[in-house]
């Protein structure tokens, strides 16, 4: 079970932090990553970080977005400065067994958490 919060209305520039509490299992176990949906578009792999340390972020978040882990909490944090108006989707944390890239298959995921910049 990944259960996801922080989401939540800010202005262009604002910052929030997304978390994701995970089972212990998982989170030593499992690539984490988020993933965020916009309206008509496309499903985009933000950032990950896989067990061995190993990371992606997209390229319309790189310098804005930070993805970290909290092994004490069995926790996954985005935080997201510099926040623009295309910034505004579905959020989602996920967890997968594979390799930690947006394009692998990914197997759990949580029910998301609206992000809205305006």
């Known amino acids: 079970q990944l259960v996801e919060s922080g989401g939540g209305s800010v202005q262009a520039g604002g910052s929030l932090r997304l978390s994701c509490v995970v089972s212990?299992?998982?989170?030593?176990?499992?690539?984490m990553g988020w993933f965020r949906q916009a309206p008509g578009k496309e499903r985009e792999g933000v950032a990950g970080?896989?067990?061995?340390?190993?990371?992606f972020t997209a390229d319309s978040v790189k310098g804005r977005f930070t993805i970290s882990k909290d092994s004490s909490k069995n926790t996954l944090y985005l935080q997201m400065n510099s926040l623009k108006p295309e910034d505004t989707a579905l959020y989602y944390c996920?967890?997968?067994?594979?390799?930690?890239?947006?394009?692998?298959?990914?197997?759990?995921w949580g029910q998301g958490t609206q992000v809205t910049v305006s």
């Open positions: 212990e299992y998982t989170h030593s176990t499992y690539a």
């Open positions: 970080i896989g067990t061995d340390g190993s990371t």
């Open positions: 996920s967890a997968g067994i594979g390799m930690c890239s947006p394009n692998a298959p990914w197997d759990y």
